[in-house]
Each structure stands twice: as C-alpha cells, then as structure tokens.
C-alpha cells in the first residue's frame, strides 16, 4: 500500500475554496464536458438502456472475476505476453523497474495510466534513478509543473491557457512565451516525437482486457498511446485487476459508454487492441510485452457483496464531472489519486477508512453520481456505507479501520437522541422547552464549523406535530 | 515474488467468489442498425469529415491520380508504402510511368530498429483501412508483416485506402461478420480522424502526437 502523507482534507478545501481561479478554471471545463455528455446522449430512454447493458455486462465479469482472470493470463502467455501479478503498488513498481533493469533502460514513455498513479510509479522510479516521461498533453504539462492530475480524464484542466503559457515558458529552455494553444501543442508535439524516437521502453494503462482473446483494449485521441506502445521494443502495461471483461462482443457498448461519458465522443480518435508482441516476420511493435495486474485491495472489496460494485468503475470521471463538491474544490483538494465520487468510496476502500474514511463527508448525496455513472454503481450508498463504518464496531465489518471516528460525545448524543425519539413524553417537553426558551443552536465545535457559513435554524414557536394536531392536514 | 502473490490473490478472489450467485439474463445489446451501402458510405463520410478527416470517393480504376493531386496540393515529398500490398504495387506501377512528379516512394522493407529515422522523417504513410464502422464513423486498421504498424502513427500524414464494400454498419457487425475472436491479430486500431488534443482549457487541437492529416480514400467500383 502506497504511504501518502497524511492529508488534512479540511485545510485543503479550505484552500480550494479561496482559490477563484481554481474553482473558475473547473468550473467552466466541468461545464463543457457536462454538456457535451448530454449531447452525446440525447435520448434519456436509450442511454438508460446503455447504462444497464453496461451495469450488467460489468456484473457478469465480476460474477466470474477469478475464471476470467486465469483464462486472461493463458491467453495472454499464449500470444507471448508476459503477466505479473502485483498484491501492492509497492510490488508492482518494482516490476517495473526490474524490467527496466533487465534492458539496462534508464527512460520510459508513460501514457496516461491511473494504476500508475495510485502506484506514484513516476516518483519510485525517480529515486532510482530511472527518468519516467508523461506524454499525455495534460500529463505532461502537470509533470513539468511538479503535480499531480486533478481529474481522471483531464488532467491539467485547474490551468488554464495562460497558466500553461507561463509553465511551458518557464520550464522547457528556449521556449518563447505564447498563449495560442495550436503553438503550445506544437511545442509538445517535438519534444515528445524525440522522446519516442529514442525511448527503450513505452509504458501504458489498460482500458479493458479481454479474457476470450488476451486483448489489451486502449482509448485515446492524442496517438501518444500508439507510440507508447509500438515505438519501445518493451512495452509494459498496467492493469487493475477489475479491469478483465468476458468477451471481445462486450466490448462495443462498453466503448460507447465511456467515451460517451468520459469526453462526449461517440467514439475517440483511437481504439487501440493490442493482443500479442510482435511476431515472427513481422517489421515493427515490441518484441517484449507485459502486462502488470495490479490488486492492491481490489480483492478485499470484492469479498464484500455490496463494495464489489467499486470494481465495476470504468474510470470515465463523469462522476466528477457533475459533483457539485468537485465542481467546488477541485480534484487535488482531495489528496489521493481518484478524485471526486469516485474516489470517496475508492480510496477509503483501497487505502482504509482511517486515511481516507473523511472523503466520504464531502458529499451532499445529490445522487448526481449515481444518475450519469455508466455502469450505475450506487455511489450514494456506498458513501452511507462508509459513514455508517466510520463509527461502526462491529467485528464483523469487513472495512479496514471501521469505528475510528467512534467517541463517547457522539455516542451519547445519539443515545440520548434515541430516548428523545422512542418516548412521545420526553419528546413533547422537550420542544416544548426549547420553542418557549428559543434556544439557539450553541456556537460550539462542529456546530461552530457548521454554521460559519450557513444561517443558524431558528426553532419555530409550534412544531409539526402541534400544527397537525390543531389544523389537521390538508389533502389537495 | 509475482508467484506467491498471485497465489495470493487468487485465493482470495476464489474464496469470495464462491458465495456469489450469477447474474440474471444479461439484458438486450446495443440496437441493431441496418444501413443501405450508399449510407454507409454517406455516414462514414459525414462523421469523419466532421472530425476533421478528408474523405475522397475514388473509382477502384484510377484512385492513384486523385492520390498524385492531393500529394501535390500537399507538397509531399516522401511517401512511405508497403511494396508487398496490393496497394503498394498499384503505386508502383503508376509512379514508373508517372512523370514529373518529384516524388520520393520508400518501402517499409527492414526492420524499424534499422529504420527508425526514416519513419519519423518522412512526409505521408499510406495503407489499406480492413474495413471501416459506418455507425460511428472509424476506419479498422489491421497492421500485418505486409504492412508494419508505425506506418500509420508516425508519419504527419496518413492516407488509408478503404473498400467501399467493406463498411460494417457496427462495431459489433465488423466483429461478428470478420470473426475476429478467431482472426484477431496483433494489433488493431479503430481511427475516427487526425491526432487531437483538447487537454489545454478543452480547446481543441490537431497533431498532438499522430498524424495531423488523415485522408481516406473510399474506393468505389
């Protein structure tokens, strides 16, 4: 398990929350790839049509997930591909850099993959002195400036075009200041073609893997993955184990479903399958393929029936894209690598819920989430899910860290909550007391927070019940 | 250390699995959609161009005089081809009689580790397109020992040249009808259009990485 440093998620969203230009530069692009969603999916019956042929085909994998992965890995050694098996992040960059080492390689082209993220692959190889290189446009402006991506899809889109003017400016020698972004592309575009020219090694993420036929399938629209993994003679891939699908026929709705929520396309400029290394006669790709299966908690939460739909994620970030709190904060203020909805039930999971369970509380349970996800998991839930664990201790719960947030104050307040509500006496006087006295909210500890900005309730002369018990209800 | 582990994690998947019910009936696919072969050749068209693909209708006799025009329009110098292709002897032919034309025609004959260089420097790559998806507007390249797999990532400019009889109205047409799980080969790649980028303020760019160009050829009998 990756050691991140403990993060304070208050004083991040606190700073995001005073970042303008933060919150403007999401806003906007959050804006954009909402709408273009909706106009990929025009018709509301068709794409609930789509989202549960993608739920299902999903379920179907996870039904038979180990099957699945054993004939996935024949498949896979029969077209001359390498597989690894990697239980922690931790084990699956030393992979990488053993085969690194077995090539005396001291480069590699990256492109884009959130398991290598999670793995903070780029940083272990940095310290062992290994130069990894971000190739995606987005994650190579990120790199230069030293961050991390701050939304699965879109990973620089906090900057914006002047920003990134000032990076390239500042960090790529000899590089004149310009703001046009055809000129800023270009930019990128010569110094990555050296880099393919020359890399040893490509690595790569993995969208889906086919199981019938030892596929690897990639989409992407920069062409910075084709080169990743045609150029190098190795290529090495990366994959979470619930990324494994059933047949090649499952594949077209899938397809459809995340480039459709992902970035509004009916389908990307590449849809790249790669099934075997390069054969005998043939001119070009790697003579060397691996493919890195990654668990790294995936199988704890499969053990659970309920956290098992986690797995059915295909990372197309529209989750984030409509959260009102990510819209808000923007994607580093969460501190791990799955920002947003998805990484509140994510990373409490992977990580624990002692280092990450406070994710879980940046939710207003809009549902949003739940209504775009292409493979309907039921994001809300799981965050009660965790909430509920958070203060949980019952030895049975299978979550990591469960009843850390348990405390006495707590308990009793519910405890006494509890009285208030199972007897009518207690509850009756109660308001009775408080609606004569007026008494308002205390301005202490987390009523304190509550209230900085938000109008304190004020507690009405009658109650509800009074008002029903005197006026009876109107039916209409 | 990989064999203990994946000991390990199999264990778990298999424990747990064991305590799961299969799903019920999947529900129904995609919908099946049925396009005469003039509007397969209309929505291709249509949906490349509007990603910035230039799309020709050629006649199967004489496309190669419509591909000299737009490789004079573009000032293309070099043209890697694959000589063992159908396509490859057609050029061939033409540019042995061609004159005129300061047109440089290299194959793809050696190995890419002794021809790296040659691949990223020269102007247009051309190669066949296997079939093309009329639903949503791709050609499906299919990379072989004939024909090398860079050729149509690497160069700026990639034409294809596509049968107009081998339009597939889906994706899951072309699978079904071309029996990949059978066939599949190395590599196959789906092409909507040129390289494109919109990581910078979701503002749209062209050439990233691939090709800036990609012209299509769409042979018609």
Same mark, same amino acid.
């Given at each position: 398990m990756t050691i991140h440093q403990q993060v304070d998620f208050d004083d991040n969203v606190s700073r995001a929350l005073n970042d303008s230009q933060l919150i403007k530069n999401t806003k906007a692009a959050m804006g954009t790839l909402v709408a273009k969603r909706k106009a990929i999916f025009p018709d509301e019956t068709e794409i609930e049509q789509l989202r549960t042929l993608g739920n299902a085909l999903k379920q179907k994998a996870l039904s038979k997930l180990p099957q699945l992965l054993e004939q996935l890995e024949e498949k896979c050694i029969q077209n001359g591909i390498k597989v690894h098996w990697a239980e922690t992040t931790s084990e699956a960059n030393h992979q990488v850099l053993d085969i690194m080492r077995s090539h005396g390689a001291t480069s590699l082209v990256k492109g884009k993959s959130m398991v290598s993220e999670e793995m903070e692959l780029n940083a272990f190889l940095q310290k062992n002195g290994i130069e990894a290189l971000e190739t995606d446009l987005g994650e190579f402006i990120i790199q230069l400036n030293h961050e991390k991506p701050?939304?699965?899809?879109?990973?620089?889109?906090?900057?914006n075009k002047d920003q990134i003017s000032k990076i390239f400016h500042e960090k790529i020698p000899n590089t004149p200041y310009t703001e046009d972004v055809a000129e800023l592309t270009a930019i990128a575009r010569k110094i990555l073609r050296k880099k393919f020219n020359e890399a040893e090694i490509g690595l790569s993420g993995v969208n889906f893997a086919v199981a019938e036929t030892g596929t690897l399938c990639l989409v992407e629209n920069e062409g910075n993955g084709r080169m990743c993994t045609t150029v190098p003679g190795v290529h090495i891939a990366l994959m979470g184990l619930e990324k494994v699908v059933e /047949?090649?026929?499952?594949?077209p709705p899938l397809l459809r479903l995340l480039t459709g929520s992902a970035t509004g396309q009916l389908i990307t400029t590449y849809v790249n399958m790669i099934t075997t290394a390069r054969k005998q006669g043939e001119k070009d790709g790697p003579k060397e393929v691996h493919l890195i299966i990654l668990d790294n908690g995936r199988s704890q939460i499969f053990a659970d029936p309920d956290r098992?739909?986690?797995?059915?994620?295909?990372?197309?970030?529209t989750c984030l894209s409509h959260c009102p709190v990510y819209n808000r904060i923007?994607?580093?203020?969460?501190?791990?690598?799955y920002p947003g909805p998805i990484g509140k039930i994510l990373n409490p999971q992977v990580e624990g819920l002692k280092a990450a369970g406070v994710l879980a509380t940046a939710s207003s349970l809009c549902n949003s989430c739940e209504e775009v996800c292409p493979v309907k998991i039921q994001i809300p839930d799981l965050i009660r899910r965790i909430r509920n664990e958070s203060y949980? /201790?019952?030895?049975?719960?299978?979550?990591?860290?469960?009843?850390?947030?348990?405390n006495l104050l707590e308990t009793l307040t519910w405890k006494v909550w509890e009285k208030i509500n199972t007897y009518p006496v207690i509850n009756a006087v109660g308001l009775k007391i408080l609606s004569v006295l007026g008494i308002k909210l205390p301005q202490i500890g987390p009523l304190k927070n509550w209230t900085r900005y938000r109008a304190t309730p004020e507690l009405a002369p009658k109650s509800l019940h009074e008002l029903v018990k005197h006026h009876g209800v109107d039916h209409e | 250390m990989s064999e203990g582990s994946r000991e390990r994690i199999f264990s778990r998947l298999h424990a747990a699995s064991r305590q799961t019910s299969t799903p019920d009936s999947q529900p129904p696919g995609l919908p099946i959609l049925e396009y005469s072969r003039k509007e397969k050749i209309e929505k291709l068209k249509t949906l490349m161009e509007a990603m910035r693909t230039e799309v020709y209708i050629c006649s199967v006799k004489n496309w190669e005089n419509n591909l000299a025009e737009i490789l004079r329009q573009r000032n293309v110098k070099s043209l890697l081809y694959a000589p063992q292709t159908d396509i490859g002897q057609a050029l061939e032919n033409y540019w042995e009689n061609a004159s005129g034309q300061a047109l440089q025609l290299i194959p793809y004959e050696n190995d890419i580790e002794q021809f790296k260089e040659t691949v990223f420097n020269v102007d247009a790559g051309i190669t066949s397109a296997a079939g093309a998806i009329a639903e949503t507007g791709a050609l499906i390249l299919w990379p072989s020992e004939k024909e090398p797999r860079l050729m149509s990532i690497v160069p700026s400019i990639h034409i294809a040249v596509l049968k107009a009889d081998t339009i597939h109205n889906t994706l899951l047409d072309a699978m079904q009808k071309e029996n990949w799980p059978e066939r599949i080969p190395t590599n196959i790649v789906l092409v909507s259009g040129p390289s494109k980028t919109a990581d910078i303020e979701m503002t749209l760019a062209f050439g990233v990485h691939g090709p800036k160009a990609l012209i299509v050829l769409i042979l018609e009998d």
């Open positions: 701050t939304h699965i899809i879109v990973p620089a889109i906090h900057k /047949k090649l026929e499952d594949l098992r739909q986690t797995l059915q994620c295909i990372r197309c970030g923007g994607g580093h203020a969460y501190g791990y690598t949980s /201790k019952d030895p049975a719960s299978t979550m990591e860290g469960h009843g850390y947030k348990r | -």
